[in-house]
């Protein structure tokens, strides 16, 4: 029967992409209760509607998933998220790269987030005090539910991070010891929290091998992830849990050791007796320092899954550029004499140590060191100066500077430039994503997935809130170039829909009977301003300035369960104030979309390149 009530909201006349690469043709769409309750050629009745939004030469897109993010402590003090939602991200992963806050306790939670992820200590022991004070929890169930009382403004789903639990099962100090293996009773924990994960609806487990994410505080200070230290047996016992059940571990492989990433990759295969293993790697990235090693990447995805795998790279489809105050760039942890000045959390014995000729002899030798696997590509001449209270060395290079100081070495001259400047010297390279032209490569693979925005991370470093509008960018200005790469349709589904359906989650797709998570977006301001950055205050962080995107023309209007969350740029009065979004749980995607998912899956092989038909033929509205 149909249902005659009037519609809450309607969006009228705007180009429809449901999420499935299928083509975007002109239509309406009436929102009601929360689910999309009609997609129509005709006109909607208007008839008692509260709002009608004219999306005339506008799209209308599903929300966007953003599968890697470290919101994990953000969420507990302002759980609106503004930064991700204003961007038309709609559904959120939480627990990335083996950090959660299940079952850790504050102190814990400090130490193993504080330094790795750039997250000041002290925030993230009163957050989860706090948060721990109001609605404690004591499994994943209980985290859901308390999650759940927030007023969540996106959609939230979770790793449960392999850190967290070995944490709190083993003690910081034996879980980041290498003699220590956890005794069978801990293992047996282990699975059991993980078990307990998965019936709560987490989408798997996130695990980390990379050893230059070091812990902060002054117990185990300097030593890396508790995940780190984890040998075959008790990842192959975890990995069957996710195995049997059909989810999915997310793992960042150690760089140095690229072997590991080969057993991760073998790892998902399937077979006679056993499932694929759902796994997501962190990360397809064409890297400057080692520019050869992404046609590996790509080829390695290609041939596992051709051999019965379920393997995705995770992917930035974006350049990576980061900014640093100083020398507190994670990028210096990859090397001793970085890891050295980074493990002294005193600024006097961090001067002391940057003036000892010893130090900057070692630092010279690490830095001209250009062997062996690496993510920065210790270049100092490839590293503007953006900010000094000296305004003489702004827009140049450290390298240049010691050029015009007589010839002193850029390490010599950088170490200077921070002995003198502290962290009032700001600077910025790219480590990544720098060839446009691999960069397209990389989007057409099917072996990868667009996420690894690290969002509510490193915030003074680094900010990819909207690679998703950048995406579509990319996508719209090779079109208008005559040089598609992927269609307009393609890019949305690779950004919304191809992710919910791998991660299992009702999320990503705008047809009838969906959730009405959505965005409407004005595809005339895809437009430079999103490549720029600025910064605003984070009331979570004490007012921390924080590296954010500012591209407020391009999104009109956000929606989470049908209510508006961000109407011209500007947040509505529910975000923060009254939960809009809710947990999803894996394994209970909409039924409704089923079929359709199912056809579309079976259209898009997972190895195979996107084959792209120029747009002129391929969909039946032209670009807008």
Partial sequence: MTDARPFDTILRNGRYFDGTGAPAPIRDVGIRDGRVAAVSAAPLDETG????????????????????????????????????????????????????????????????????????????????????????????????????????????????????????????????????RPSAAEQAQMEQWLTEALDAG???????QLLFDKLDGDRCRS???????????????????????GRVIQAGPDASHPHTILLQALASIGGPRRKPLKTSLLSAADIKAIPFVIHLMRGLAGTVNRLDADFRWQHLPVPFEVYADGIDLVIFEEFGSGAQALHLSEKLARDELMRDPAYRTRFRKDYESKYGPRVWH???FDAEIVACPDASVIGKSFGQVGVERGGAHPVDAFLDLVLEHGTDIRWRTTISGHRPKVLRKIAQEKGVQMGFSDAGAHLRNMAFYNFGLRLLKHVRDAER??????????????????LAEW???????????????????????????????????????????????????????????????????????????????????????????????????????????VEVTPPSTAISAPLM
Avoid at 484 to 491: G, I, M
Avoid at 506 to 514: K, L, N, S, V, Y
């Fill in 49 to 180: 509607c509260p709002r009608v939004i004219d999306a005339t030469d506008r799209w209308v897109l599903p929300g966007m998933v953003d599968i890697h993010t470290h919101y994990d402590v953000e969420v507990l003090r302002g759980p609106g998220l503004t930064e991700s939602l204003r961007h038309g991200v709609t559904t959120i992963l939480l627990g990335s790269c083996s950090l959660s806050t299940v079952h850790v306790d504050p102190v814990d939670a400090g130490d193993l987030f504080g330094r790795v992820e750039a997250i000041p200590r002290r925030h993230v022991i009163d957050h989860l005090t706090a948060a721990r004070q109001s609605a404690d929890w004591s499994s994943a169930s209980d985290y859901v539910d308390a999650l759940e009382r927030l007023a969540l403004g996106p959609n939230l789903a979770a790793f449960v991070g392999h850190s967290d639990l070995r944490t709190a099962t083993m003690g910081l100090d034996r879980a980041t010891r290498p003699e220590v």
């Fill in 202 to 208: 987490f989408v798997g487990m996130s695990a980390q």
């Fill in 223 to 245: 030593r890396t992830l508790p995940s780190t230290y984890a040998k075959g047996r008790e990842m192959r016992r975890l990995r069957k849990v996710l195995r049997e059940r």
């Fill in 378 to 380: 210790r270049d100092f």
């Fill in 481 to 498: 170039a005559g040089q598609p790469f992927l269609t307009a349709e393609q890019a949305v589904h690779r950004l919304t829909g191809e």
């Fill in 503 to 609: 991660y299992d989650l009702d999320a990503g797709r705008i047809r009838e009977g969906d959730r009405a998570d959505l965005m409407v977006l004005d595809p005339e301001r895809l437009d430079s301003s999103l490549e720029d950055y600025h910064e605003a205050p984070a009331p979570e962080y004490g007012g921390l300035a924080r590296m954010v995107n500012r591209n407020d023309a391009t999104v009109a209007a956000v929606f989470v369960g049908g209510e508006p969350v961000f109407l011209d740029g500007e947040p509505t009065e529910l975000v923060g104030r009254r939960r809009t979004g809710v947990f999803l749980r894996a394994g209970q995607a909409n039924p409704v979309a089923a079929e359709t998912l199912a056809q579309t899956a079976e259209a898009q092989a997972p190895n195979a390149w």
